[in-house]
C-alpha cells in the first residue's frame, strides 16, 4: 500500500518517516526547484508536478490527482499549509476513490471559515472572542465595528492561517491600508479575499489543544500546546505542556475542544486553538483542520506518533489511544529554524547552504527538510527545520535547548537561530512569564545584537576585534582579496551545479 | 591600520598592527595581543594568548563595509569604517546622491503605489514586495518626488535592484 504526500520540505519528511514505520510505500512529489530536496531522495517514488511557483506544483491538483492515480497510491496526506485545508482537494482525493488523511471535507468547509467556525462554536456554548461573525462588507463597516468595540482590533483573512492575511490595528489611520493587505494577502494566499475583524485580546497566551478522533465518534484529546511566542502572529516556539496550565484548567480546555469537534462531526488529528486571559478565561481562537507544524512537542510529551494515527484513522481504524491513559511526562519546546535575518527585521533569508551542523545527543529531536548544500528557494514558506529538545521537567528543557542551540550551525544563510540563542538567557522565557506580544515588543524596544552583546560582552570585543583584523587583512592584501567568498566561492557553484542537476566536481 | 567598529551599542575605536605571530591591538585604548587563524572561506579562531581565550570565528561580508560575524554561538552585525569614513557617517554625509529605494532581498513586486512626479514623505510605502510568502511594504527613507519607476507588478526582482527613484 502506498500514501502520496501532496507536500515539501520538513513535513514530508515527517511523513515519510510515519509510513516507514507503519510498512507503507512513499510517493514523493516535486515542483522543479525541489529535485534534489531531502523528501524527494528519500521516497520510494517521486514525481515532478511542475514549475518552482507553488499554484503550478503544490497547489496544482489536476497534477498531484494524476500522480496519486498513475502511481497507484491509496491514500493521499497533504501535510500543512498548500492543500492541508483545501475542502475541494479533499472531495476530489475521494471522488478519484482515494483515502484522503485528513477530516470530512464538510468539516474542513466549516472550521476553515473563520467565520462560519466562530458561529459554531458559539451556538455549541463555548466561548468566542468578542467580533463580527460575517466578512466586512466595506472599510466603513470596520470604522463602525471600531467607533462600538475600540481599538485594537484584528483584522483576518476568513481563509487564512500561519500569521498570513492577518493584521493588527492600534491606530484609526491605519484601518484602511492594513483592511487592503489582509485582503491582498488572503487572495494571494488562500484564493479568498474576504476579510472579518475581532477585538485584540491583549496580553493573552496562545493555548491550543490537540485533539485525535476516529470515524466512529471516538475522540481523545492530548493536552495543550504552548504557542505565545510569535513574531507578528506567526508562532517560532512552541512548548507542551504550558507552563501555566494546570491539571485542572487543562480538562476543562480539552473539555471545551471535545465538545467542538463533536459538533463539527470531525474526524482525523485536529487542534483546536484559544485565546487565555490573564485572569484565567479562555475564549475559542480558531480550529486548524490539520496536523500542525508544532504537533512533535506532543508527541514528545504524550509518546504518540500523531502522524500515525492521522494514517490509521484515514485507513477506517479505529483509534485504540483512551483518555484516561493519556497523560503528559515531561516538557517539550520546539524552535521553528526560519530562512529569516533576525538582524535585519526578519527578511527572508534565501541561498545556499554551505555549512550544516546538526545538534544531536539527549532529548534532541530535529525534524529538518533541508541538506548540506540545500537552495532555500523564495517560492516556499521559509520553514527550514524544526528542533526540538525533550526533558523531564521545563527547566532541564531550557537548559537542553541552550545545549542544542549551541551545537546548531547553518552556514550560508541567515536564520531564526540567533533569536532562540538570545531568547533562552532570559529570565521571562526561563520562567515562562510571556504572552502572544512578548517576542514582538522586545524586538521592537531592543536590537537582538544588544541583547547578545549584554549577554555575553566577551563574544561582542572578540567580534570587534575579529572584524578589525579582517578588515585590516582585506584592506592589505588588495586588490585581490583572499577573504573574498560568498557567490564566487566554490561551495556556492557547487550549490548552483547541484541545482541544475549536474554532479559537483 | 585604524578603524571605527560600529556595532549596536556604538563605536569602537580599534588600531590593527599585524605582529610577528597574528596581530596587535587597540582596543578603545587597550592594547592585546590576539591570534586569528584562518579555518577556510568564512571560518577562523581568535585567540587571546594572555589569557587562553578561544573564540570560533565564522564571517562573511555584507554590502559596503558590513561584516557579519557569528562568535560562539552570537551573531553580530558590524560596520568596519576607516576614520575618514567614521566622521563622514558621522556627518550624515552621502555619496550615494538622490535617495533610490531598493530591493532589500530578492522576490516578486506585487505592487507599485507610487507613479513619477509623485510627492512622497519619508517613510511612505512605494512598493509591495512580496519574497516567501509575505508581502513587505518597502518605504522611501526620506520625502522627495519620484523621478523614475523602475518596476512594473508581477516582476521579479534581486537583492540591491533600484525599484524607486527620488529626486
Known amino acids: 500500500m502506498k500514501l502520496l504526500i501532496a507536500n515539501r520540505g520538513e513535513i514530508a519528511v515527517r511523513i515519510i518517516r510515519a509510513c516507514r514505520e507503519m510498512d507503507l510505500g512513499t510517493v514523493a512529489v516535486y515542483s522543479e526547484v525541489d529535485r534534489l530536496a531531502p523528501h524527494v531522495l528519500m521516497a520510494d517514488e517521486a514525481y515532478p508536478i511542475g514549475g518552482a511557483v507553488a499554484s503550478e506544483s503544490y497547489l496544482n491538483m489536476e497534477r498531484l490527482l494524476a500522480v496519486a492515480v498513475a502511481s497507484g497510491a491509496r491514500l493521499v496526506h497533504p501535510g500543512y499549509g498548500f492543500l492541508a485545508e483545501n475542502a475541494e482537494f479533499a472531495e476530489r482525493v475521494q471522488a478519484a476513490g482515494l483515502d484522503w488523511v485528513g477530516p470530512p471535507p464538510r468539516a474542513i468547509r466549516v472550521m476553515g471559515s473563520k467565520t462560519e467556525s466562530r458561529k459554531l462554536v458559539h451556538e455549541a456554548g463555548v466561548a468566542v472572542v468578542p467580533g463580527m461573525t460575517e466578512p466586512l462588507a466595506s472599510l466603513a463597516e470596520l470604522e463602525a465595528f471600531v467607533d462600538q468595540h475600540g481599538l485594537p482590533v484584528l483584522l483576518k483573512a476568513v481563509a487564512g492561517g500561519g500569521g498570513k492575511g492577518m493584521r493588527a490595528v492600534t491606530a484609526k489611520g491605519q484601518l484602511a491600508s492594513a483592511l487592503e493587505r489582509a485582503r491582498s494577502e488572503g487572495q494571494a494566499y488562500f484564493g479568498d479575499d474576504r476579510v472579518y475583524v475581532e477585538r485584540l485580546v491583549e496580553r493573552p497566551r496562545h493555548i491550543e489543544v490537540q485533539v485525535v478522533a476516529d470515524r466512529f465518534g471516538h475522540a481523545v484529546h492530548l493536552g495543550e500546546r504552548e504557542c505565545s511566542i510569535q513574531r507578528r502572529h506567526q508562532k517560532v516556539v512552541e512548548e507542551c505542556p504550558s507552563p501555566v496550565v494546570d491539571e485542572a484548567l487543562r480538562r476543562r480546555l480539552g473539555e471545551a475542544a471535545l465538545i467542538i469537534i463533536r459538533a463539527a462531526d470531525y474526524y482525523s488529528v485536529g487542534t483546536v486553538e484559544f485565546l487565555l486571559d490573564p485572569h484565567g478565561r479562555f475564549h475559542f481562537l480558531e480550529m486548524n483542520t490539520r496536523l500542525q507544524v508544532e504537533h512533535p512537542v506532543t508527541e514528545q510529551v504524550y509518546g504518540v506518533d500523531l502522524v500515525g494515527e492521522q494514517i490509521r484513522i484515514a485507513l477506517g481504524q479505529a483509534l485504540t489511544l483512551r483518555q484516561e491513559d493519556l497523560s503528559p511526562r515531561g516538557h517539550a519546546i520546539e524552535c521553528r529554524v526560519y530562512a529569516e535575518d533576525p538582524l535585519r527585521g526578519f527578511a527572508p533569508s534565501p541561498g545556499t547552504i554551505t555549512l550544516l551542523r546538526r545538534p544531536g545527543g539527549p532529548g534532541v529531536r530535529v525534524d529538518s527538510g533541508v541538506m548540506l548544500g540545500s537552495v532555500v528557494p523564495l517560492e516556499y514558506d521559509p520553514l527550514l527545520a524544526k528542533l526540538v529538545v525533550w526533558a523531564p521537567d521545563r527547566a532541564a528543557a531550557v537548559n537542553r535547548l541552550r545545549r542544542a542551540l549551541q551545537e546548531y550551525v547553518v552556514g550560508g544563510i541567515a536564520t531564526t537561530l540567533s533569536l532562540f540563542r538570545a531568547l533562552v538567557e532570559m529570565d521571562a522565557f526561563r520562567q515562562g512569564a510571556f504572552h502572544t506580544g512578548f517576542l514582538d515588543e522586545l524586538l521592537a524596544s531592543r536590537q537582538l545584537e544588544e541583547l547578545h552583546s549584554e549577554q555575553d560582552p566577551e563574544a561582542e570585543e572578540a567580534a570587534v576585534i575579529a572584524a578589525a583584523c579582517l578588515a585590516t587583512l582585506g584592506a592589505q592584501s588588495l586588490p585581490r582579496d583572499p577573504f573574498a567568498h560568498g557567490r564566487s566561492s566554490g561551495w556556492w557553484q557547487e550549490g548552483t551545479r547541484m541545482q541544475h542537476g549536474r554532479f559537483p566536481r | ?167
Open chain 2, 1 to 167: 591600520m585604524k578603524w571605527v567598529v560600529r556595532g549596536s551599542r556604538g563605536n569602537h575605536e580599534v588600531e590593527v598592527e599585524r605582529a610577528a605571530e597574528g596581530f596587535e591591538v587597540v582596543v578603545d585604548g587597550k592594547r592585546q595581543v590576539v591570534d586569528l587563524i584562518r579555518l577556510d572561506g568564512s571560518m577562523a579562531s581568535l585567540r587571546f594568548p594572555s589569557n587562553g581565550r578561544s573564540f570560533q570565528v565564522s564571517f562573511q561580508r555584507g554590502g559596503g563595509r558590513r561584516w557579519r560575524l557569528v562568535v560562539g554561538d552570537r551573531d553580530f552585525d558590524l560596520e568596519v569604517l576607516t576614520p575618514v569614513e567614521a566622521i563622514a557617517a558621522a556627518e550624515g554625509v552621502r555619496g550615494r546622491g538622490p535617495s533610490v529605494v531598493e530591493a532589500p532581498i530578492p522576490g516578486k513586486v506585487v505592487a507599485v503605489k507610487v507613479a513619477p512626479g509623485d510627492e512622497v514623505e519619508a517613510g511612505q510605502a512605494v512598493v509591495v514586495l512580496e519574497a516567501m510568502k509575505m508581502e513587505n511594504e518597502l518605504a522611501a527613507e526620506q520625502a522627495g518626488r519620484v523621478a523614475r519607476v523602475n518596476v512594473e507588478p508581477g516582476a521579479t526582482v534581486e537583492t540591491g535592484a533600484v525599484l524607486v527613484e527620488l529626486e
